[in-house]
């Protein structure tokens, strides 16, 4: 069904700071929804951008706006929406964005599991829904940006989908023990067991606004700890080693010639030189 939103916030602009905490991290794995970024509880409210090249008025619906389908690869179809996607981001969330390596990830890829029924109504961390996005054939090529990760330079990776509920969530968890481990080195007394990480946050900026018809906190189901979700991670983590740099590949580039790649690598090295354009 067609979703509707007011053209302007119905909140009042930045009801919530971002901690220091979470600023302070190294990295910051962000996830959010092109339809509603700008309307977040941590944005500052001083641009709309998006939604105004976005979504447009229909005859006889007053002051209702109606945003144009958010299509598959949708950031790759349209270079432009990309654009003013990084320009509005940047003005609503100074400074999250501040001396950042800021890198896009375009999670519209994926299947949209807020179509399933079953699905719609959790977060994208669901077993379902994260099992659906690591076992993609569309992972890697989704996560190759990750590859202009700095571990000399504060980080900012911007996961975005249509809603920021389901695959965003979902992608955003998925990649922060990878980025953590191989950019950084592993914390904690093994892999599983400390999900506070030092250097990586990931933060999702729907949550406030947008999740309050989803399911609640301590849903057994949406749990990161499960048996089920352990092997979605873990999953997750085997597909990302050979994009995310580590530190010795980060050493070694400055003097060892690149190899060729083939099959999905390729592939993805192929999107990512498209998706540098979308992100700085």
Do not use: M
């Not at 944005?43 to 979504?55: H, R």
């Not at 447009?56 to 002051?63: A, F, L, N, Q």
């Not at 375009?106 to 996005?133: A, C, V």
């Amino acid at each position: 069904e067609p979703i509707a939103y007011v053209a302007r916030s119905r909140l009042q602009p930045q009801q919530y700071l971002i901690s220091h905490r979470t600023l302070d991290r190294p990295t910051v794995i962000v996830s959010c929804g092109l339809l509603n970024f700008e309307t977040s509880a941590y944005a500052n409210g001083s641009s709309l951008e998006f939604q105004d090249k976005f979504y447009e008025y229909r005859p006889g619906c007053g002051k209702t706006k109606f945003p144009r389908e958010v299509e598959h690869s949708h950031f790759e179809k349209y270079p432009n929406d990309a654009k003013i996607f990084l320009e509005s981001f940047k003005a609503n969330y100074p400074t999250l964005c501040r001396d950042r390596n800021i890198i896009v990830i375009d999670n519209t890829r994926f299947k949209n599991p807020g179509l399933d029924y079953s699905l719609r109504g959790h977060l994208g961390i669901h077993p379902e829904t994260l099992r659906g996005i690591v076992e993609s054939e569309h992972f890697e090529v989704t996560n190759a940006p990750l590859r202009r990760l700095r571990s000399d330079k504060p980080n900012l990776v911007i996961n975005v989908c249509k809603s920021g509920r389901h695959r965003t969530v979902g992608n955003a968890e998925a990649q922060k023990d990878p980025v953590q481990d191989l950019l950084y080195g592993p914390q904690g007394p093994g892999l599983w067991d400390d999900r506070s990480r030092p250097k990586v946050e990931v933060f999702h900026l729907q949550a406030e606004t947008d999740w309050n018809t989803l399911c609640d906190s301590d849903c057994p189901s949406c749990n990161l700890t499960s048996k089920a979700n352990r092997l979605n991670l873990a999953k997750a983590y085997d597909r990302l080693k050979g994009i995310i740099p580590s530190r010795t590949t980060e050493a070694a580039s400055t003097s060892a010639p690149k190899t060729a790649t083939t099959g999905e690598k390729k592939k993805a090295r192929t999107q990512e030189r498209s998706d540098t354009e979308h992100s700085e």
